[in-house]
């Protein structure tokens, strides 16, 4: 008799596959870890899930606020859709109740990535022209310019002073520059 300690994996039980390109959108791992928990609860006819901040906090070790900010990080990216859910309290007040997310098709915010990154390398390329076209336009108009650049042997340097060049305003001052010096 042999005795198997680990029980046959089932493919289909306790599972959900989670796509390869969520890898290769530069994602922060908070922001997987998030979007992975979201597959997770999701229902897989409609996409949807309603879980709260708090029940994803604990699942994933993170605050709600931390939630709530990876959440937008999240929909900015094109991965989810979120929407407010009222529920009705004991007494029939409206409240409002969990975030519903719906989990949108990674080829979307694959594309999303991939433009906002052409996008990126386009600006980078124009603001390198205009640095470029600066530089040169910065030479050019140094070439052409009005006033001639300062000599050297106009200004006055280190060793000659300047008080050489005026008379003291008072006796005074004479015999206090002659003390110090």
């Known amino acids: 008799m042999s005795f198997n300690k680990w029980q046959k994996r089932s493919a289909e039980k306790n599972y959900f596959l989670v796509p390869n390109e969520i890898f290769s959108l530069g994602l922060d791992y908070r922001e997987i870890s998030l979007y992975t928990y979201l597959l997770r609860c999701e229902n897989r006819e409609t996409y949807q899930c309603y879980p709260s901040y708090k029940t994803i906090g604990k699942a994933i070790g993170m605050c709600e606020n931390t939630v709530a900010k990876y959440v937008r990080q999240l929909e900015e990216k094109g991965l989810i859709c979120t929407e407010p ?35 990126q390398a386009e600006e980078d390329a124009a603001r390198y022209r205009a640095a470029q076209l600066l530089e040169k336009s910065n030479a050019q108009s140094r070439q052409n310019a009005l006033c001639a650049p300062f000599r ?8 000659q002073g300047l008080e050489d060049e005026f008379d003291p305003l008072s006796e005074e001052f004479a015999r206090t520059n002659g003390k110090a010096g």
């Open 85 to 119: 859910t009222l529920v009705q309290s004991r007494d029939g007040k409206p409240l409002n109740g969990n975030l519903r997310y719906t989990i949108r098709p990674i080829q979307g915010a694959v594309e999303a990535f991939y433009e906002r990154q052409f996008r």
């Open 152 to 159: 050297e042997e106009g200004s006055p340097s280190p060793d």
